[in-house]
């Protein structure tokens, strides 16, 4: 498929760029812009988890792995495997809108989403992006059609987070070729898998260690240990893999020596940006099974969808999901824009590592958001379910207890709260995004104020304006991060929390109220439902960055500083309450009409 939605902007705005200047609708990419090839591939992976995974998933809870690798030869028959590799590899060449939304649909089985995310996002994507030509033509037709069965071997159990504090080691030997010695923890598909992505430092006298990226087939020296005993998943393998001895060619070293890093890293940046679209794909399911049960459940002789208290969590349940869809589709139009604009023969990945690397900040929030609304939306149904939320007889136990990993899979969410405004500052300190103007401007602007509000009165003006205030809240705090810390504002974990929270509200913010803008100018069918969930979530959201930034600010300064920069924090989160009951009621109702997610994309005509 050639890409189409690359051509939204001539004018491609640069990661974090949201933050320092206004967006216009039609630059944004939203889910109804989908085209009716979008559309194809998201039905056929709705069709196959549904007919030939979701049957079978008590036998894959019960380590069938060898219906594992038959599920996974399935989706590479269907084409889902290849969804972000070209054509001349086996893969079939899609935009990340198209991957987006099949690992939207994936996600309807948590432990097979966890196998095909492995396979796909991380091992296939990083032999196309860092492999050889040899490489690329040796592994990725097999491992796209699932013949070959993938793994990626990153985690110790002294370094997690700290991916680069492996012990694992290396040997180099006379011929070039190295001796792997050493054991990964907790490696996805790690019972079963062919080939492995691991990493370790090379030990060479001549030179200091050297992290390093490696493609490793099983053979002799390499062990699955025992299934770990987990609180979810329980149809994935999660393994350890020790390797005693491990002779490695030269020719299979992934990347340059001494370049893991980039190899892992940039990996995550995808990854977590799927981890985000598999969360929203969880959390629409998890609405649709909360919304037919309170229409069917019933209390005091009527079902108990009528009754306020659900409406509100169903109410609630869609708008979270709404913001998480709308940002991840944001970021999917980016990245392809991004790509789009630095044309490059179909062998040649570096278009996506230049995106991937651009969009970091993006691909973080995705990952939080999605992970801690499906988190919310999962105990919702819990909930709405009752004393059956809690038994196994429903499903609703076994995606809260599957869903819990997402918080830490891909980095924590308190490594990427790190990450987020660590990310924003250094690219401001080496000159890639002028926050340093930004803030100069908003000083001006605060000593200078000027006479009225500004300009457009159109749909969501208000919220529009919100949302112009929580930006200027953020530049406030990272203005203040940076004259209290300097160069040393890395060390402080808590502020930089704080701050990560008003950024993801923000990004949240916008994209969600870009999207209702786009769909009432569209005269799209349910334009109304888009516009009461962006209503309700800037409403509510504006009192948590508010908090958000008193402590940050409170934590920072004090006495008559801290007194002015609070007054300019209510100043510019100048927010009128709404009547938020109404909409969430609406939003509720409509899913339960239903029996779904009201707002979902799927089965919907695409606009014109």
Known sequence: ???????????????????????????????????????????????????????????????????????????????????????????????????????????????????????????????????????????????????????????????????????????????????????????????????FVVFAKIVDAKADEQFTAFLVERGVGVRSGKEEHKMGLHGSSTTALIFQDVKVPADNVLGQVGKGHKVAFSLLNFARFKLGAMCAGSAQSAIAESAKYAASRQQFGQPIANFGAIKHKIGEMVIRTYVVESLLYRTAGLLDARMAAEPSAPTDGSPTLVALEEYTVEASIAKVAGSETLEFVLDENIQIHGANGFARDYPAER???????????????????????????????????????????????????????????????????????????????????????????????????????????????????LRAQAASIAKHPRASLHVDAVRVFVNDVAMRVEASACQALAAMIEGDTLETKLAAVRLLIKVKPINTVAPRRRLAEAAVERGGYPLGWLWAVPSP
């Open 1 to 195: 498929m050639t890409p189409t939605t690359a051509s939204v902007s001539t004018s491609i705005p640069r990661g974090c760029e949201w933050l320092l200047r206004s967006t216009a609708v039609q630059n944004v990419f939203t889910p109804e812009r989908l085209t009716e090839e979008h559309r194809l591939i998201a039905r056929t992976t709705q069709k196959f988890v549904g007919d030939e995974v979701l049957p079978v998933l008590n036998l894959l809870e019960e380590q069938d792995w060898n219906l594992a690798r038959l599920l996974v030869q399935r989706a590479g028959a269907l084409g889902l495997l290849g969804a972000d590799v070209p054509e001349i590899y086996g893969g079939v060449g899609l935009d990340k809108v198209a991957s987006l939304a099949v690992s939207e649909r994936i996600a309807r089985s948590a432990s097979f989403g966890a196998a095909f995310g492995v396979q796909v996002n991380l091992i296939a994507m990083s032999l196309f992006l860092f492999g050889s030509e040899d490489q690329k033509q040796k592994y990725l037709p097999r491992l796209l059609k699932g013949e070959l069965i993938g793994a990626y071997a990153l985690t110790e159990t002294g370094a997690g987070s700290d991916a680069l504090g492996g012990r694992m080691r290396a040997a180099r030997q006379t011929d070039n070729g190295f001796i792997l010695n050493g054991e990964k923890m907790w490696i996805t598909n790690g019972g079963f898998a062919d080939l």
């Open 399 to 513: 995606h809260f207890r599957d869903a819990r990993v997402n918080r830490i899979f891909e980095g924590t969410n308190e490594i990427n709260r790190l990450l987020i405004p660590g990310t924003l500052v250094r690219r401001a300190v080496n000159g890639d995004l002028p926050l340093a103007a930004a803030t100069k401007a908003l000083q001006d602007e605060r000593s200078s104020p000027p006479p009225g509000p500004p300009g457009d009165e159109g749909m969501l003006a208000d919220e529009c304006r919100v949302v112009d205030g929580f930006k200027k809240t953020a530049l406030l705090v990272l203005d203040t991060v940076l004259q209290t810390y300097g160069s040393k504002f890395a060390e402080q974990q808590e502020v930089l929390m704080y701050v990560a929270d008003i950024l993801i509200d923000v990004f949240s913010a916008e994209s969600a109220t």
